[in-house]
């Protein structure tokens, strides 16, 4: 049964059975690479990370592909924290690459605090052997320090195989691991946030009460949309993907979206994600805080999501 497992996970990501003598690995199960919480979560930083490097012309698709030489690391420390440090630009062997990631390492470490956990999540040796899971692990808490307001997508757990091989033979079991957490602190702030939230209250209505606000809020919707051929009958469903959503602010707000800048058709979670995602910075950026929201949740199709940000909308450009 070990041995099967190990032997799928080896397939998957290519792992070579020499390199694992006297050592413990951890490797993404196969069906969590699969997660589309997962995927949702490295997309985000993807996208975090673009944003931040779009001055330095740098442009990450891959994160297991484009960090293990410290290119990338180097100007996201340099940008976010003002950190100037003493390395080549360009490190093209591996000796160069594995010195130039220690010392970034060593810098962030710094910053980031020791890590809690007794296991290491992150080192120069698995960030630069484009370890997936070390580097989720790694910018997600660059984030949290540097960007704790960020939203990444929230309680992303994936199974993960931890794996020890030795002469007698392989040990391997399967564990839970966390990426995110939820980052609701307790069941207090919950409530007061609900208690002070009037989509949540209305939400706890009667069905009737509910669908009369629903009505008005897309009567709203279609008014401003009518001059653009565009109908919404399905409140829950059709703002999803993020495309009518951003019809509406750029109608609303006066501006003009350029269709490069999102997808207007999009076809897979990542597209829609990305969609939702720029409609909710759009609104931040006019003074509507919507960083409470998370974009997953519109994306999600959960109704309490897309209410509050239609609701923002609504009531302040329902009298104009």
Same mark, same amino acid.
């Given at each position: 049964?070990?041995?099967?497992?190990?032997?799928?996970?080896?397939?998957?990501?290519?792992?070579?059975?020499?390199?694992?003598?006297?050592?413990?690995?951890?490797?993404?199960?196969?069906?969590?690479?699969?997660?589309?919480?997962?995927?949702?979560?490295?997309?985000?930083?993807?996208?975090?990370?673009?944003?931040?490097?779009?001055?330095?012309?740098?442009?990450?698709?891959?994160?297991?592909?484009?960090?293990?030489?410290?290119?990338?690391?180097?100007?996201?420390?340099?940008?976010?924290?003002?950190?100037?440090?003493?390395?080549?630009?360009?490190?093209?062997?591996?000796?160069?690459?594995?010195?130039?990631?220690?010392?970034?390492?060593?810098?962030?470490?710094?910053?980031?605090?020791?890590?809690?956990?007794?296991?290491?999540?992150?080192?120069?040796?698995?960030?630069?052997?484009?370890? !997936? *899971?070390?580097? #989720?692990?790694? %910018?997600?808490?660059?984030?949290?320090?540097?960007?704790?307001?960020?939203?990444? &997508?929230? @309680?992303?757990?994936?199974?993960?195989?931890?794996?020890?091989?030795?002469?007698?033979?392989?040990?391997?079991?399967?564990?839970?691991?966390?990426?995110?957490?939820?980052?609701?602190?307790?069941?207090?702030?919950?409530?007061?946030?609900?208690?002070?939230?009037?989509?949540?209250?209305?939400?706890?209505?009667?069905?009737?009460?509910?669908?009369?606000?629903?009505?008005?809020?897309?009567?709203?919707?279609?008014?401003?949309?009518?001059?653009?051929?565009?109908?919404?009958?399905?409140?829950?469903?059709?703002?999803?993907?993020?495309?009518? !959503? *951003?019809?509406? #602010?750029?109608? %609303?707000?006066?501006?003009?979206?350029?269709?490069?800048?999102?997808?207007?058709? &999009?076809? @897979?979670?990542?597209?829609?994600?990305?969609?939702?995602?720029?409609?909710?910075?759009?609104?931040?950026?006019?003074?509507?805080?919507?960083?409470?929201?998370?974009?997953?949740?519109?994306?999600?199709?959960?109704?309490?999501?897309?209410?509050?940000?239609?609701?923002?909308?609504?009531?302040?450009?329902?009298?104009?």
């Amino acid at each position: 049964m070990e041995a099967d497992l190990f032997t799928n996970q080896k397939a998957e990501n290519a792992v070579d059975l020499e390199s694992f003598q006297g050592e413990k690995r951890k490797l993404i199960q196969p069906t969590s690479l699969k997660d589309p919480r997962l995927e949702q979560l490295k997309q985000a930083l993807i996208e975090w990370i673009n944003r931040v490097l779009k001055p330095e012309h740098i442009v990450v698709q891959s994160l297991e592909e484009d960090l293990f030489d410290g290119l990338v690391l180097h100007h996201l420390l340099s940008r976010l924290a003002g950190v100037q440090l003493a390395v080549e630009e360009m490190a093209l062997t591996s000796t160069a690459q594995t010195r130039k990631l220690k010392v970034i390492l060593d810098e962030l470490d710094k910053r980031l605090g020791p890590q809690d956990n007794a296991e290491i999540e992150w080192s120069v040796k698995l960030i630069h052997n484009k370890d !997936l *899971l070390a580097t #989720i692990h790694l %910018l997600v808490a660059m984030v949290r320090c540097f960007e704790p307001k960020l939203d990444l &997508p929230q @309680n992303v757990k994936i199974e993960v195989v931890h794996v020890e091989v030795s002469k007698s033979g392989i040990k391997s079991n399967v564990r839970v691991e966390v990426l995110t957490e939820d980052r609701n602190t307790g069941e207090d702030s919950v409530s007061n946030t609900e208690r002070d939230d009037p989509i949540e209250q209305l939400l706890k209505l009667e069905a009737h009460k509910v669908n009369t606000v629903k009505k008005a809020i897309l009567h709203f919707v279609n008014q401003n949309m009518s001059n653009m051929g565009l109908q919404v009958s399905d409140m829950d469903n059709q703002f999803s993907d993020g495309v009518i !959503l *951003l019809l509406l #602010i750029g109608q %609303l707000e006066g501006f003009f979206i350029p269709l490069c800048d999102f997808n207007l058709t &999009p076809v @897979n979670p990542s597209e829609m994600l990305h969609n939702v995602t720029l409609a909710l910075d759009l609104l931040n950026d006019t003074g509507l805080q919507m960083s409470n929201i998370n974009p997953q949740d519109i994306v999600s199709q959960d109704v309490a999501a897309t209410l509050k940000v239609l609701y923002t909308l609504f009531k302040k450009h329902k009298g104009k």
